[in-house]
């Protein structure tokens, strides 16, 4: 069975420093992989996802397939940017594997 | 510009009641899918939709039912609830299957 591991609960760092958040996935096929974000008070939202290789508000992500992962990127933090990160997979049917979280925490 | 609305936001149920929860999107979504979120587990995937009058099982579906005789609307019922569905349930849409979901704000639901 598919599954997405997101191995830090919490990451702390501070404005300005680099910030990479780890997702792990297991999947024999060829899966698609997202990364939601959750502001605090806000729904939970699409942020990147890996087919479109694009960068939002900052953040980049790419996919290794011989790894397995899609760690999601950012070179200097933002306050802005504490937030809820789950990472997502679709398989090649219409489920999707949630991982449990990283709560980004930035500092001033 | 609702997006998608969950209705009740809270609820307390005893153990064997059943309640529905109520999902609606205003956005002509054809996909919509129920999740639960767990501390420590992300969110799993109960049921989904694909189109109006079609449903499937996601990835915990038993104890579960859904339906979807309109468009807009995608019902989760709880036939006779128990202390291990207490959970935060989300509502999500999508266009396509490749589309992003839109979340709703979440049911959170406590048995007793």
């Known amino acids: 069975a598919q599954r997405v591991t997101q191995p830090e609960k919490l990451l702390s760092v501070f404005k300005g420093a680099p910030v990479e958040l780890k997702c792990n996935y297991s999947?024999?096929?060829?899966?698609?992989l997202f990364w939601y974000v959750q502001y605090s008070r806000q729904r939970l939202q699409l942020l990147l996802r890996?087919?479109s290789r694009e960068s939002i508000k900052g953040f980049t992500a790419d996919l290794n397939k011989g790894e397995t992962s899609f760690h999601l990127k950012k070179p200097f933090a933002q306050e802005e940017d504490s937030a809820m990160y789950y990472c997502?997979?679709?398989?090649?049917?219409?489920?999707?594997?949630f991982g449990p979280g990283t709560r980004l925490s930035v500092l001033p | 510009n609702a997006g998608v609305t969950q209705t009740p936001k809270f609820r307390v149920l005893k153990t064997g009641q059943s309640m529905t929860l109520l999902c609606a999107q205003d956005?002509?979504?054809?996909?919509m899918y129920w999740y639960r979120q767990d501390p420590g587990m992300g969110l799993r995937l109960i049921h989904y939709?694909?189109?109006?009058?079609?449903?499937a099982k996601g990835e915990v579906p038993d104890g579960y039912n859904v339906s979807r005789l309109k468009k807009q609307n995608f019902l989760l019922g709880l036939e006779s609830a128990a202390p291990s569905q207490t959970s935060v349930y989300f509502c999500?849409?999508?266009?396509?299957?490749?589309?992003?979901?839109?979340f709703g704000d979440g049911t959170r639901l406590s048995i007793l």
């Open positions: 999947y024999s096929g060829s899966p698609e």
């Open positions: 939709s694909v189109g109006e009058g079609t449903t």
């Open positions: 999500a849409s999508s266009l396509t299957e490749r589309q992003p979901q839109h």
């Open positions: 890996h087919i």
């Open positions: 956005m002509n979504h054809e996909y």
């Open positions: 997502a997979l679709k398989d090649y049917g219409q489920n999707f594997v």
